[in-house]
């Protein structure tokens, strides 16, 4: 089988002038060495695309794929994960990880949390601020969490991001509005264990592979999972594999946010304790990282005894798995009837 790979290549936007942050959830080159490597051992045939753009031009030209192996994260637009996907659904061809309604909903934190929310799973309560006259709005007791509404990879997040008083939550709603041009997410901070669960599958199909908590260090800033953090991970992060009651709650989360959502093939949904010690959803990531040593993902299944080349086989034998129906958008999210379940919540849109 012929498998293109979508994938937007950090150096090439470097090299155009953007910064380390503005990049950071693009691809190292090494991450995409390793896809075609595991593509080649499985017995596929990798042809290495590039980015959006280079597909459109890949496709002009006439060229198609059996399979598109899909890590594009695009960089402009608040559906930029979803861009090459619908190309690709306008082409007919068949690619792994979600559709585009999956992708463009999940970037943003704030409305996956509402959809969350109907499915009877704790969240924190939270506000998005769109605009500074909407600070004054946010009626959430402190300490709270401020960060992008739809940003990745910790981009925005420092040790401010916790703030406990209303001047702090001014000055951080405001850098996070003119820095990255967004409304500011808002929320009830969360002070307990942080865990990131990895899955594989799709629907009925999906499972969790493990659960991995993360545990700041003595060299990490603050106490938070920030961006600087997350670059520096070998240094200022330790990762291990829990499987305590913390863990299995998180676990059986995950999995129920990850099939409501129609997420597919593999990914990784966050999860953090609250000041009860009970599991919340933070975000679900369906377009996670896959450098084999770097990234939450391939942490986990090394840490669980799977190989890299048996996850990039497992991702793939769920989109070939897929029918040609399960393509449909409108087939994405599985809504259930809660009535009469979930808890009152926060949420307000200033």
Known sequence: MTVGITYDLRDDYLALGYDEEETAEFDRPATVEAIAGALTEIGH?????GNGRQLVERLARGDTWDL????????????????????LDLFGIPYTFSDPLVLSLTLNKAMTSQVVRSFGIHTADFAVVATPAGIETVNIPFPLFVKPVREGTGK???????????????????????????????????????????????????????VLEILLGPSAEGSVY???????????????????????????????????????????????????????????????????????????CTGVGMSYWELIGEIIASATARPASAADASESLRIPDNRGRGRPAETRYS
């Open 45 to 49: 045939r990798p042809d290495r695309i």
């Open 68 to 87: 598109v192996f899909n890590i594009a994260e695009g960089l402009h637009g608040v559906g930029r994960e979803a861009q090459v996907p619908a190309i």
């Open 156 to 210: 925005g997040i420092s040790p401010r991001s916790i703030v406990r008083t209303p001047e702090e939550l001014a000055t951080q709603c405001r850098e996070i509005l003119s820095r990255f041009r967004q409304p500011a997410l808002v929320e009830q901070f969360l002070p307990g264990r942080e865990f990131t669960v990895g899955l594989v599958g799709t629907a009925d199909a999906a499972r969790v592979v493990g």
């Open 226 to 300: 920030s961006y600087r953090n997350k670059e520096e991970c070998e240094e200022r992060v330790t990762y291990r594999i829990a499987t305590d009651r913390d863990a299995e709650a998180a676990a059986e989360l995950a999995l129920r946010a990850w099939r409501g959502l129609g997420c597919r093939d593999a990914g990784r949904v966050d999860v953090r304790l609250d000041g009860a010690g009970v599991a919340t959803f933070m975000e679900v990531n369906p377009l996670a990282g896959l450098h084999p040593e770097h990234s939450d993902l391939p942490i986990i």
